[in-house]
C-alpha cells in the first residue's frame, strides 16, 4: 500500500489497529465499525433513518460528479517540467524566459472538444492542448489547439459553433461527431472556417498518439521586455517523435478495439520512462512584419507559413509525472488564457478577449466556488496573497483584522497585507497602436479579415497527393451523413475557392452536382505552399513511441520471437505478444511465454506494425480464425509494415497481402520497416476521393 493512502488529505495519520491498516473514519473523523452493512432493526428489518454512516456515504457518492466542461470534456494530463534553452531576456522580461537550462513545473491536459467526457478517444476532433506553467511569478496558462487556426474570427460565433457540433438539441446524437446536419449547416454558412474545416478533414485530428501532436497558441500574443519593447509571437509545440496519425478506417476501428487509446498510451508510455517530449517554439516579429504580411495577425484563421517567419525553439516541455488522482488534478484543473504573467501580453484578436471572460466565468459554474484556485492543482507555486475573501468553501483561515486596502493597521502594531508594487506588478503593454485607430463604437469586422479562401487554398497545396486525398474522403464521409442536401451543396460551392479540383471530387464522392461557385468577400491567392503544414512531410522514421503486436500461437519459433523483440528494444520500440489464449503459448523449445493480449481483444489498429510468427500447423488453424485474417488485413489496409516467418505466409496470403516495401520477412529489414508507414499503398487498398 503506497504510504500516503494512510493519511487524509488534510495529511494526518490516522490512528492504525497494526502498521498496516489505518482506522476507517467518517468524514467527521468517528470511527467505523462495519463497512459491509447498514443498521438495521432486526435481522431482516427496515434500515434505520439513524445510519449516519450510511447516509454520509451515500450523500457523498451522490455528489462525486461535478459539471463536464462544455467543450474539451473528455481529456488526460499529465504532470512534468518546462526547461529553457536560452535566455529570451532580450525580448521578454517574464522570469520563465530569463535562465538557460532552468526548469519549471507544467501540468499538461489534451482533450478532444466535442464529445463528453466519457466519449472516446479517437472521434474526428481538434485536440485540446493546455499547458499550465507555474513560474516564480504566478500561472502561466497556454491554452492551445493541435491546430494553429480556429474556426471562427470572434467569440461571439463561439456558443453558436459548439452548439452545431455537439449533439443535435432534439435527438441527442450524434456523439463526439461532427458528421452530422447542423455543424456543416454552420459551417456552410461561415465561410471564415473554411481553413480550419481544410485541418479539421486532414490527418490531424485522427492523430495516432498525444505524443505525436504539435501545439499551437494560435492567436497572436506579445512579448514584453524589461524596456518595455513588445514583440509579437505565436507559440508553437513541436513534438518529439514527429507528427504521426491513423488513417480514418484505423480510426473508426480504434473506437471499437480501445476507447482509451490516447489515454492509456499517454499514462502508460511515462509509467515506462519514455517520456512525452515536445519543444518550445516562437515565432517572433515587429509590427512592421506584420503590417506587412497579406493577412491579419489579429485574425485567429489565419497562420504565418514557418517558410514566412521560421519557428525559433527556445525551450523543452517533458512529462514525467503521472496525476496521482484523476478527478483531483485532470478534472478539477482551470485553465485560463487570462492568467498570464509580466512579459507576456494580449493583442485586439476578437476571439482571445472574448475568451479571456469566458474561462473564469465557466470555472466558476464547473467547479462550484470563486476559490477554485485554492484547489492544489491550480494553486500557483509561488506566494499569493490579497485581500480577497470569504466564497463557498473558502480552505484559508485568513488571520487579523486587515482584510481592506490601504490600510495603516501597522501603525498600530498588527499585520497590515499585502500592498500593491507597480515595480514586479503586471503592467499592461501601452503602445498598442491597434487602439489607436480606435474610433466610433463599431459591431463590424475588420475588412483584413475578409479573405476567407486563401490560405485554405495555401493549406490544401501544401499537402502531398495523399493526403490530400485523405482531405477529399474526410469531407465525403462527413458529408454523407449530412441529410440536408442544400448543405452538402453549399459546402462544394464554398470548397471551389479553395480548390476547383477538390470541389469536383467531394460532388463526385457524393453523387451530385457540382454547384455554382459561392462569392468570396475577398480575391483568393495563390500562396507558396508551406511543406511544414504536412504530416507526411514531417514524419519521422522512428521506432521510438512505436509498438509492434506480434502473433504468436502453440509452436512459434522462441528464438526467432525472442530476436525480433531484442531487435525492437534495440531500436527504441516496444511490442506486445497477442496469442489465442492470453494465458500464453507453448513455443518452438517448450518454453511457455504469456501473451500480453488475446487476439480478440488486441486487434492489429492498436499497434504500429505487426509481425506474424507460426509454426505451420498453428499458421493452418488461423486459417479459420476470422479475428487472425482480420489482424492482418487491418494492418495491410493501415498501410503499416507486416513481418512474417514462411510458415505463416498463407495467413498472408489469405488475407489478401501483396508485396511491397512493407511486407518482410522476420529481419532487421522488417524493424526498419516497422518505423514507418506506406501511404504509396493506399491506392491498393482502398478508393480515395
Ligand atoms: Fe476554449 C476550454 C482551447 C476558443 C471557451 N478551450 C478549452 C480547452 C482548450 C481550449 C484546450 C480545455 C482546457 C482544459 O484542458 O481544461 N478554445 C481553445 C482554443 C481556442 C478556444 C485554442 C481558440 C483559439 N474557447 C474559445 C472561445 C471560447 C472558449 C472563443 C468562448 C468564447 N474553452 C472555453 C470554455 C472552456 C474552454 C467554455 C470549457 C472548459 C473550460 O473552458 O475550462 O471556457
Redesign the pocket.
Known sequence: MKKANNKTPGGETHQTTDEQHPVLTTNQGIHVSDNQNSLKAGQRGPVLLEDFMLREKIFHFDHERIPE????AR?SAAHGYFELYESLSDITKADLFQRAGEKIPVFT?F?TVAGGAGSVDTPRDVR???VKFYTKEGNWDL???NIPV?F?QD?IK?PDLIHAVKMEADKGYPQAASAHDTFWDFISLMPESTHMIMWAMSDRTIPRSLRTIEGFG??TFRLVNENGKSTFVKFHWKPRLGLQSTVWDEALKLQAADNDYHRRDLFESIEMGDYPEWELGMQLFDQQTADALPYDVLD?TKLIPEEVIPVKIVGRMVLDRNPDNFFAETEQ???CPANIVPGIDFTNDP?LQ??L???L???KS?LGTANFHQLPINAPKCPYMNMQRDGMMQTNVFKGRANYEPNSLDMAGEESGPRECPVTGFTSFKGRPEMEEQGDRLRIRPESFADHYSQARLFFRSQTENEQAHIASALVFELSKVVLEHVQLRVIANLRNVSEDLAARVADGLGVELPAKSPSAAPVQDFDASPALSIQQNMKATLKGRCVGILIADGSDADMIGKLQEEIEKAGGTSKLVAPKVGGVMLSDNTKVKADGQLMGSPSQIFDAVAVILSADAATKMLKEAAAIQWVMDAFGHLKAIGYNSDAKPLLDKANVVEDEGIKEISRQFVKAASTRFFEREPSVRTLA
Open positions: 466542461r462544455i467543450v474539451h481529456g491536459r482533450s485540446g492542448f493546455a491554452v492551445g489547439n480556429f471562427i467569440a463561439f494560435i492567436h485567429s484543473v482551470a485553465y476571439l472574448g475568451r471572460f469566458s474561462y466565468d465557466t470555472q464547473r
